[in-house]
C-alpha cells in the first residue's frame, strides 16, 4: 500500500510506561505488535520502542533518539492512564527531532473520538469535545479505532488531523471475516521472554481471539465506540493455529486470552474449547487456559468444555453484590446470576476470579456493604477491588452533563434517578487508572451517599477484608527498573529496542 513516503524510510512505534500497575511485564500490549506486523508484511522498516517498566524512560528516548538520527516519523499507543506519559515522551520528540511527525493511536485515541462524534451529534461541546481537543492540540494525527489499514493513511504526506477508523461505513474499519487475512501480532519485535506470567505451572503469554463485546454496561469504555462494540471473530482453527505458532517459537504451554468475552457467540466458545483439545491431541502437549466469560450466558455445557479443553482460571467482572447497583450499571445480571456463574466454574474444576467495582450511580455504604458479603459468602479463588474510572467512550462519560453553578463537575444520571458526579480530568497530566497498588488509588467520582475519599476507603478496605477472607496475599508492587546508558558504547538493549530494519537488510 503506497504511503506517500519512501519504502524505506522507518517508523518508530513507541509503548509507554504504565507505572500505575503493580508489575508492567505480565502482559504485552497486543495492538501495537499487530500495527507492527503489517508494516513489516508491506516492507516497511519498523522499530518498537518498549518503555514498560522503566522509571526513567524520557532517557531512554533521548539514547534512542541520539542512536536513530535518521527516524522522523513516530506512532504512540496508549490507554487513558498511559496518556500523561505518552505526552512527556511527545514532548521529548518535539524538543529533540521538531520535524517528526508524531501520530496517537489505542485504546484512549479511539474511545475520546467516539465520545467527540457523540457530541458533534448533540450539537454540543461535552467532555468529549474537550478530551479530543486535548489529543489534536498535542499530537499531528490521532488514529481512531483499528490500525491495520489506518497506519498506512497515517504514514501520508497529506496526513489528516484525524483518522477514524472507528467507523462501520470506513474501508478502514475491519470488517466481519478479515481479521485472518493480516499476519500474526510481531511479538518478535519486543522481548517476549521478560514478560511473565505462569497459569497453573504452566509458562503463559496472552492473545487476542476475538473483538468487540455488544452489552452496554455503563462504566464500560467503547460501549459508544465501534471498534470495541461490533463482534469480529475468527475461526476456532485460525485461533488454534496462533497457539501452535507461539508454542513452537516460544515454547508456550499457558494462554489467556484478552477477548471481552468469550461466550458472547452462539456455541462460539464450544467451537473455540473443541480446537483447542485437538491442538493439544495433535502436539501431544498440554495446555493451560484463562479467559472471560459472561456470567448470564454462562452455561454448564460452557464450563465442562472449557475444563476439557485446559482452562483452569475463569474471570468475570461480577462487579457488585448489590442486584440494584447491577441495574444502575446496565450489567443484565443479579447478585445470583453471577453465584450460578461461580458454581459452575467450580464445580467443572475451574478456579474463579471475581472482578468488583465500586463507586456506581447510586452506591452507597449498604450497597458496598452487599458487595463485600457476596465474596464472603462465595468465596471466589480470587478478586479484585477496584474504583469506578470513568473513560471517554463510556455511557458514565459520554452522557454525564454539566452540574450548574458547579465548574468542572458533571452529572450523570440513571433511568431510574440513581446518580453518579465526577470532576473533569486533564488526562494528559492525571493517570485515571482502574487497576493500580493499594494505597494509590483516586476517586474522580462520587455519589450523593460516598464521598471520592470514602470511595477510596471503602474500595481499600473491601480489599483488606476478602483478600485475608481469601487467604490472598497482599498486592506486591514491582519497582521500576533504571535504564542505564551506554554513553555511546552501544546499541540500546533488545529488552528495550528491537527492529525489523537487521532482518530486512539481511533479506534484500
Known amino acids: 500500500m503506497s504511503t506517500g513516503r519512501s519504502a524505506s524510510s522507518p517508523v518508530s512505534l513507541v509503548i509507554p510506561p504504565s507505572p500505575f500497575l503493580a508489575d508492567e511485564r505480565v502482559f504485552p500490549f497486543i495492538g501495537v505488535l499487530k500495527v507492527a506486523s503489517v508494516l513489516e508484511a508491506a516492507g516497511v522498516p519498523v522499530d518498537i520502542l518498549d518503555c514498560s517498566g522503566y522509571a526513567n524512560y524520557q532517557d531512554l528516548l533521548l539514547e534512542y533518539l541520539d542512536q536513530h538520527r535518521d527516524m522522523d516519523w513516530f506512532g504512540i499507543t496508549a490507554t487513558t492512564p498511559q496518556l500523561p506519559n505518552a505526552v ?26 467516539a465520545a467527540w462524534k457523540m457530541d458533534q451529534e448533540k450539537g454540543l461541546r461535552g467532555r468529549g469535545s474537550i478530551a479530543y481537543d486535548q489529543l489534536t492540540s498535542l499530537f499531528d494525527c490521532v488514529v481512531a479505532g483499528d490500525g491495520e489499514e489506518a497506519v498506512f493513511r497515517a504514514l501520508g504526506v497529506n496526513q489528516p488531523q484525524l483518522i477514524d477508523a472507528d467507523d462501520l461505513h470506513s474501508d478502514l474499519f475491519l470488517k466481519r471475516g478479515s481479521l485472518e487475512d493480516f499476519p500474526y501480532p510481531a511479538r518478535q519485535l519486543i522481548d517476549l521472554a521478560s514478560y511473565h506470567y505462569t497459569i497453573d505451572g504452566h509458562p503463559a503469554t496472552s492473545l487476542i481471539g476475538q473483538l468487540g463485546c455488544p452489552f452496554k454496561c455503563g462504566f464500560c469504555g467503547g460501549r459508544d465506540a465501534a471498534s470495541f462494540r461490533f463482534i469480529r471473530t475468527r475461526r476456532p482453527e485460525h485461533i488454534a493455529q496462533e497457539i501452535r505458532h507461539l508454542h513452537s517459537v516460544y515454547g ?81 445480571t443479579t447478585a445470583e446470576i453471577n453465584s450460578r456463574c461461580l458454581r459452575l466454574a467450580r464445580d467443572a474444576g475451574m478456579e474463579f476470579k471475581a472482578l468488583m467495582s465500586i463507586g456506581h450511580p447510586g452506591e452507597s455504604r449498604r450497597t458496598v456493604v452487599e458487595s463485600v458479603e457476596w465474596v464472603l459468602r462465595e468465596q471466589p479463588n480470587e478478586v479484585d477491588w477496584t474504583v469506578i474510572t470513568q473513560y471517554p467512550g463510556s455511557p458514565y462519560f459520554d452522557h454525564s452533563v454539566r452540574v450548574s453553578g458547579q465548574r468542572g463537575t458533571w452529572v450523570y444520571e440513571t433511568m431510574a434517578g440513581e446518580l453518579l458526579y465526577s470532576r473533569e480530568v486533564d488526562y494528559t497530566r492525571e493517570a485515571e487508572f482502574y487497576k493500580g497498588v493499594s494505597g494509590s488509588y483516586v476517586s474522580y467520582v462520587w455519589t450523593p451517599d460516598l464521598s471520592a475519599d470514602t470511595l477510596v476507603w471503602e474500595r481499600d478496605e473491601a480489599e483488606r477484608v476478602t483478600r485475608a477472607a481469601l487467604g490472598m496475599p497482599p498486592i506486591q508492587s514491582i519497582a521500576a527498573e533504571q535504564f542505564e546508558h551506554s554513553m555511546g558504547q552501544g546499541l540500546l538493549p533488545a529488552r528495550v529496542l528491537r527492529s525489523t530494519r537487521e532482518t530486512m537488510a539481511v533479506s534484500h
Not at 93 to 109: D, F, L, N
Not at 293 to 315: D, I, P, S, W
Open 252 to 332: 508456550y504451554t499457558g494462554y489467556m486470552f484478552y477477548d471481552d468475552e468469550l461466550n458472547v457467540t452462539p456455541r462460539g466458545l464450544e467451537d473455540l474449547c473443541g480446537a483447542l483439545i485437538a491442538l493439544q491431541d495433535e502436539l501431544g502437549t498440554e495446555m493451560r487456559f484463562r479467559g472471560f466469560v459472561k456470567a448470564e450466558l454462562f452455561t454448564e455445557r460452557q464450563a465442562a468444555a472449557m475444563y476439557k479443553a485446559g482452562f483452569r482460571v475463569l474471570l468475570s467482572g461480577v462487579e457488585s453484590g448489590s442486584d440494584r447497583i447491577l441495574a444502575a450499571m446496565e450489567k443484565r
Open 88 to 113: 512527556e515522551l511527545l514532548h521529548t520528540i518535539r524538543e529533540q527531532r521538531p520535524q517528526a511527525r508524531v501520530t496517537v493511536g489505542g485504546p484512549h485515541a479511539t474511545l475520546t473520538t
